[in-house]
C-alpha cells in the first residue's frame, strides 16, 4: 500500500525552497521600496490584511516596531469597505497582505493610501492580482502554486517579506544574514516531525484547546490555532498568554490541552510562569521550546532549534504549528486539504 501524503503536508515540506525563491525574487523591489522609505519622512505604519494573511500582520507589526520604531497598526478595512470613511495615511506606509491578491477590503485601503499619497505595498503569490497591480510596490511570495485549502509556505513567505523589509530599511545586518539562512534553518525543523508524530496522538479526542504564545510569538499562537480550527475542527482559542490571565485562564479544565510557544528569548521567563500557572491546575501544557530547562516542566514537547535573533523563531515554531495540525487531522480521519465550508480564495468587503 502506497501511503499519499497530503498536499498541506507536502507544500509545508516545500517551504525552504519557497523562501529561496521568495528571496530571489524580490531583490530589487525591495532595494527600491527601501530607498523610498528613506527619503520620505514616514511616521505610521497600516497593514491591511484578513485571516491566515492578518496572522503575518501580527508578525510584521512587531519586526517594525522593533527594528524602526514607528508605530504599527492592524486596519480595520471595515471603516472604509462598511463605513465610507476615508483614513488619513499622508506619511504612510500602507502594507496589503492576501495570498491570492484579491482581497477586496485590502484592496480598499491601498486605493486610499494612493488617493493620501502614502506609500502602498502589496504581499501576494500572484504578480497578475488586483492588490498587485494597485499598489505602488509589489512583493511577490513566490511559493508555486498552493493548492490545499490550508495556507502554509505562502504565510511563512509573507512573514519573510516582512521581516525582509525591516531588516533592510534597517540596515539590520545580524537580521539580514538569519533571514539569508533561513531557508537551510527551517529544513532542520523538519527533523521534528518525528516528534510531532509521537505526541500528536495524546489529542486525537481533543474537543478544545488553547494556544499561548508572548512577543514576536504571538502571531504563531494565532495561527496554530486557526490551522487546528480549520483542519482539525477542533475549537482553539490562542492569546497572549499575558491576556490569558486577565480572564480566559479561568476556563481551563483537565481535558482541555494547552499548547504554548516557548522559544529561548526576552519571554522565556514570562513563559515558563504561565506554563507553571497552568500546571498548577492540573492541565497538561504541550511546549514548543529549544530551552532544555522549560522544556522539562512538561511530560510533552517538541524541540525547535536554537536561534540568537527571537525574530527568527516564529519560522520554526510555524513549520512546528503547520505539522501538528497536519497530522492531527489525518489521525482524526480528516483531508487537512479540503476543510468543510471552506474555499482556498475567500473575498470579504
Known amino acids: 500500500m502506497v501511503l499519499i501524503m497530503p498536499l498541506m503536508w507536502q507544500e509545508i515540506m516545500e517551504t525552504p525552497v519557497a523562501l529561496n525563491n521568495c528571496l530571489d525574487k524580490n531583490k530589487d523591489t ?35 516596531e522593533l527594528l524602526t520604531g514607528i508605530p504599527v497598526s492592524l486596519a480595520s478595512s471595515s471603516i472604509i469597505t462598511i463605513y465610507n470613511k476615508k483614513l488619513k495615511l499622508q506619511d504612510t506606509l500602507v502594507i496589503g497582505i492576501s495570498q491570492s491578491g484579491k482581497a477586496a477590503d485590502v484592496l480598499e485601503v491601498l486605493k486610499n493610501a494612493k488617493n ?6 502589496g504581499i501576494t503569490n500572484f504578480e497578475d492580482s488586483p492588490i498587485a497591480q494597485e499598489a505602488q510596490y509589489h ?32 540596515h539590520n545586518e545580524r537580521f539580514e544574514n538569519d533571514l539569508r539562512e533561513l531557508p537551510v534553518r527551517i529544513s532542520s525543523v523538519f527533523t521534528s516531525a ?22 514576536v510569538n504571538y502571531a504563531i499562537a494565532q495561527e496554530a490555532a486557526l490551522k487546528i480550527q480549520e483542519t482539525c475542527y ?27 510557544f516557548a522559544p529561548d ?21 504541550l511546549i514548543i521550546t529549544n530551552n532544555a530547562k522549560v522544556a522539562k516542566l512538561s511530560p ?50
Not at 235 to 260: E, N
Not at 265 to 285: F, H, L, R, T
Open 116 to 121: 493620501d499619497g502614502a506609500i502602498s505595498v
Open 30 to 64: 525591495l532595494e527600491a521600496l527601501i530607498k523610498d522609505l528613506e527619503d520620505r519622512d514616514i511616521k505610521k505604519i497600516v497593514i491591511a490584511a484578513r485571516g491566515t494573511s492578518d496572522h503575518a500582520a501580527v508578525y510584521g507589526k512587531y519586526a517594525l
Open 139 to 170: 512583493l511577490c511570495c513566490e511559493a508555486g502554486l498552493e493548492k490545499s485549502v490550508a495556507a502554509t509556505k505562502t504565510f511563512t513567505t509573507q512573514m519573510f517579506l516582512l521581516g525582509k523589509l525591516a531588516a533592510g530599511w534597517t
Open 300 to 349: 510533552v514537547s517538541i524541540s525547535i532549534p536554537p536561534m540568537s535573533n527571537d525574530l527568527i523563531s516564529p519560522f520554526y515554531n510555524v513549520i512546528i504549528a503547520q505539522m501538528f495540525a497536519c497530522k492531527l487531522a489525518l489521525l482524526k480521519g480528516l483531508n487537512p486539504d479540503s476543510p468543510r465550508g471552506l474555499n482556498k480564495i475567500t473575498i470579504t468587503k
Open 194 to 215: 518525528d516528534e510531532v508524530e509521537k505526541v500528536v496522538p495524546r489529542y486525537r479526542f481533543a474537543n478544545d484547546c488553547f494556544v499561548l504564545a508572548r512577543g
Open 234 to 260: 477542533v475549537r482553539a482559542l490562542a492569546y497572549a498568554s499575558s491576556d490569558f490571565q486577565h480572564g480566559p485562564i479561568a476556563m481551563i479544565t483537565q481535558d482541555v490541552p494547552v499548547i504554548v
Open 265 to 285: 528569548g526576552p519571554a522565556i521567563d514570562d513563559s515558563a510562569a504561565i506554563i507553571e500557572k497552568i500546571k498548577a491546575s492540573g492541565v497538561e501544557v
